[in-house]
Structure formats: structure tokens, C-alpha cells
């Protein structure tokens, strides 16, 4: 099973703030990973998929890179609304599996 | 507009069997390969199971292989999760999740989820 680990655990940031979450996997995914976020009471929501594509309607302030085994998820300027939790998830093998999370809380 | 609605948690004893449903409207489900992911209380989010389009092939995690069984018809735009020998573990609320068409095992769509309670 390919283990995802993330950090930091939490991210203490201001609106404005730049955000940087990582994402490690435990072997090589290549670059079929994904990030997700989940806001309190909500199903999660796809923002990037392949290590560095936007799903659809996702805004420009959300980026994706990495490959292998280490990812970031960057977002230049936070929103009120981005104040949330993010998983990365992996498809590369079987099981399918995701990170224990990043929540994004406000400083 | 997608549609994904989870039908059928509960309370149920360890031991136990529960029937998950979840009802697809809004796009072309028989085209659609799904997923049944869980988050238990207050943690994070855990892949269950995995049917293809036809309903071959399919895939569980280990933690509920041979105790959960995928189904889906699609003639009724539906898909299924049965779950039985429930354990305490096994509480979560439980996401009927389609697939993207970006690529494999990619979620762009999920349910409001289900709660299932294993408990005495």
C-alpha cells in the first residue's frame, strides 16, 4: 500500500498569505496525484488532479507540482473561503489511498 | 446537474449487516466508473471500493475485504454497498463518489454521505 504522508498537520495563515502543503508518497506515484478540499459539513471537493491540472471551475490561485514522490499544493493568495482541510490521494496503484490531511486555519 | 444520493445508514449492532444506496441522476451513470469512500468521525478520508462500468472489475480495501460487497445496476442508475460482520470501526459517514473524466480514480463528484453507526 502506498502511505501519503502530509505537512504540515496545520497551516496557521492570515488572508492575503501564501499557502504551501506538501505531500510525500512512500514509492514513486509518477504524477497521478490529486488534492482535494474539504470544508466542515461538506463532501470533499476536487482541485487538481495529475500532480499540476485545475479541475473545472477551480480558480488560478490553486497550483499543483511535484512528481514521484513529493507534491505541493500552492495557494498564492488565500481567501476567506480556502480556509479549510486538504487531502492528496493517490491513484497509481491499488488501494487507492489519501493523506491524513492539511487543515488551513486562520492565524 | 449531478446528482449522487446515499440512502440506508443507520445504527446497526457489531455483527451486524447494513445496505448502502446511492441514486445517479444528472449524467450518463452506465458510463461511469464509482467508488464508495468513508470518513469516520472527526478523521480523515479512506477509499472503500472501486466498480467498473460494467460492474467488472471491482476492488475493496483491505480493511473491509470479504465483509463489503460493490454493486451497481444500471438500469436504475444506482449503486450499492452491502456491508455485513459490521465492526465498531466501520462507523463513518460513507460517500457514493463518481469518477472524472480527467482520468482513473479521480473523484469530481460526491454524495452528501450516509451515517453508519456500528454500536451496542
Known amino acids: 500500500e502506498i502511505v501519503l504522508t502530509q505537512s504540515p498537520a496545520t497551516l496557521s495563515l492570515s488572508p492575503g498569505d501564501r499557502a504551501t502543503l506538501s505531500c510525500r508518497a512512500s514509492?514513486?506515484?509518477?504524477?497521478?496525484l490529486a488534492w482535494y478540499q474539504q470544508k466542515p459539513g461538506q463532501a470533499p471537493r476536487l482541485l487538481i488532479y495529475?500532480?499540476?491540472n485545475r479541475a473545472t471551475g477551480i480558480p488560478a490561485r490553486f497550483s499543483g507540482s511535484g512528481s514521484g514522490t513529493d507534491f505541493t499544493l500552492t495557494i498564492s493568495s488565500l481567501e476567506p473561503e480556502d480556509f479549510a482541510v486538504y487531502y492528496c490521494q493517490q491513484r497509481s496503484n491499488w488501494p487507492l489511498t489519501f493523506g491524513p490531511g492539511t487543515k488551513v486555519d486562520i492565524k | 446537474e449531478v446528482q449522487l444520493v446515499e440512502s440506508g445508514g443507520g445504527l446497526v449492532q457489531p455483527g451486524g449487516s447494513l445496505r448502502l444506496s446511492c441514486a445517479a441522476s444528472g449524467f450518463t451513470f452506465s458510463s461511469y466508473r464509482m467508488n464508495w469512500v468513508r470518513q469516520a468521525p472527526g478523521k480523515g478520508l479512506e477509499w472503500v471500493s472501486y466498480i467498473d462500468v460494467g460492474g467488472t472489475p471491482i476492488h475493496y480495501a483491505d480493511s473491509v475485504k470479504g465483509r463489503f460487497t460493490i454493486s451497481r445496476d444500471n438500469a436504475k442508475n444506482s449503486l450499492y454497498l452491502q456491508m455485513s460482520s459490521l465492526r465498531a470501526e466501520d462507523t463513518a459517514v460513507y460517500y457514493c463518489?463518481?469518477?472524472?473524466?480527467?482520468?482513473?480514480?479521480?473523484?469530481?463528484?460526491w454524495g452528501q454521505g450516509s451515517l453508519v453507526t456500528v454500536s451496542s
Open positions: 463518489v463518481k469518477e472524472a473524466n480527467y482520468g482513473f480514480h479521480y473523484f469530481d463528484y
Open positions: 495529475d500532480a499540476s
Open positions: 514509492q514513486s506515484v509518477s504524477s497521478y
